[in-house]
């Protein structure tokens, strides 16, 4: 009977932590897996060098004479990769591909290219980690969209911030678009706008930004576009030039000044990153949420996407996270609270809420979430071509082969189903199929209707 007695409590306490640390090492090293299809690409391009143009700039830019080729930084990323590492780092070369494989719709590579762009820690920090979730006791898990929207009704300055190589976060934005609209929010500043003169900000184009490119990032800005929004860009023409702090600081300048021209309206701000971080670490990282709060004198309400996303922002985050969504059994994007306050996560403190996204559910090898809030439609594409490998559906109106480059596609990926069909996710419309291969040469253009 002692035995027993003694034995109750390591297997009702104990061990479910056991498994639990298993299921969290099993859960982040699963990710780490590039798919068949950008093998494939790899296997091409190391075999067909000369479709690397650009051999002198080390950052992985998609323009080519100022249009888009969307597979021009994977071709010099893989053709050029030792040259690459060795004068830009392995993290940042890892995170530039990340980046370049959510442009070409294949999220299952970015997360394994960004989780590799991050620090990586020992499989013992999962009994850490473990620890740290066992103690956030007594929590709510509240659907995150009615929530928010309780909260930004009687804001003036809303923050989200954004992963860049993760789409999610700009789906999520697009679900919360309407609402905000009608409560008065009528500007959308984004980061990654065009500051210059040449910005196409009424229209989605190449000009209209960097990550606007990316077909997420493109319907979030032709949505804001069709409600009556007005594009704000903000970042400071001599971005480049700038140190962090520099940059930051010209950012909530540029943002401040707005707002006094413009006392009485709301504006939705879309930032990477620590942008929106409403705490100093020190002296020299400062975000612009700071400063923004400075110049202002308002306390900007600030959203965190970016820490309890599958992958989060470093290897700890992705224990966290993963610990976290198994315990709560995240199935839904919620903001966890405690007695009806937001629950401050990964000991960080520097937002005013944290937004929990689900792990990403692939159907025919796309993310479910690419559905925007159930909004868009799985379309089923066929094979048509023998050396078909990438797929891509413009707008019927924005598309013409003699303005190739200029125009963003709703939705496009070379990740094709068990069946061989590409499944594309498109809101009702008529669209032009664009068929492409590893070249990125187009064998053919079809008319679609998505009902």
């Keep these: 009977m002692n ?30 897996k590039a798919t068949a299809s950008l093998i494939e690409l790899e296997h091409f391009i190391q075999k067909n060098k ?51 494989l959510v442009f070409a719709g294949d999220y299952r590579s970015a997360l394994f290219y960004q989780e590799q762009a991050s620090e990586q820690l020992p499989d013992v920090y999962v009994d850490t980690v473990i620890n740290k979730v066992e103690t956030l006791n007594n929590l709510q898990m509240e659907p995150a969209i009615p929530y928010i929207l309780k909260q930004t009704a ?28 009608q409560q008065g929010f009528k500007y959308l500043a984004m980061e990654t706008l065009n500051p210059y003169k040449n910005a196409s900000l009424k229209q989605l184009t190449v000009q209209t930004g960097y990550y606007t490119a990316e077909p997420v ?20 023409e001599n971005a480049n030039r700038l140190s962090n702090n520099q940059r930051d600081s010209m ?29 100093a670490w020190d002296r020299t990282s400062i975000p612009m949420a700071v400063y923004l709060r400075y110049l202002t004198g308002i306390k900007p309400l600030s959203i965190d996407q970016t820490e309890m996303t599958e992958g989060s922002n470093s290897d700890y985050g992705r224990l966290y996270y993963a610990a976290f969504a198994h315990r709560h059994n995240i ?42 809030n159930n909004t868009r439609k799985e379309f089923p594409v066929s094979p048509a071509y023998k050396t078909l490998f990438f797929v891509q559906a413009f707008y019927k109106n924005e598309w013409s082969e003699k303005e190739e480059g200029i125009y963003i596609p709703a939705d496009q990926t070379y990740e094709n189903a068990e069946n061989g069909f590409y499944y594309l996710y498109l809101y009702p419309g008529k669209y032009e199929l664009v068929y492409r291969d590893k070249a990125y040469s187009i064998l053919g253009t079809k008319e679609i209707t998505v009902q």
């Design 217 to 236: 990032c493109g319907e979030l800005v032709r949505k804001a576009l069709q409600m009556g929004f007005t594009l704000l860009p903000y970042e400071d």
């Design 154 to 181: 009687n804001r003036s300055i809303v923050l989200f911030n954004e992963t860049h190589s993760k789409p999610q976060h700009r789906a999520f934005v697009i679900a919360l678009l309407a609402e905000l609209y």
């Design 3 to 32: 035995t027993g007695h003694i034995n109750y409590p390591f297997s009702q306490k104990v061990l479910p932590i056991i498994i639990l640390c298993c299921l969290c090492i099993a859960q982040v090293h699963a990710q780490k």
């Design 251 to 279: 950012q909530a300048v540029h943002l401040a000044n707005f707002m006094k021209q413009h006392p009485a309206e709301k504006i939705i701000v879309l930032a990477g990153y620590e942008h929106t971080a409403q705490l």
């Design 50 to 100: 000369a479709l690397v143009k650009d051999t002198t700039n080390p950052f992985l830019s998609m323009l080519e004479k100022g249009r888009i080729q969307y597979f021009k930084p994977l071709y010099k990323a893989f053709a050029l990769k030792n040259e690459l590492i060795d004068t830009h780092g392995l993290s940042a070369y890892n995170e530039d591909v990340a980046q370049a």
């Design 331 to 372: 199935k839904q994007t919620v903001v966890p609270l405690r007695n009806n306050l937001p629950v401050q996560l990964l000991d960080s403190g520097v937002y005013d809420m944290y937004v929990v996204h689900p792990p990403t559910k692939y159907i025919d090898g796309r993310p479910t979430w690419y559905n925007l």
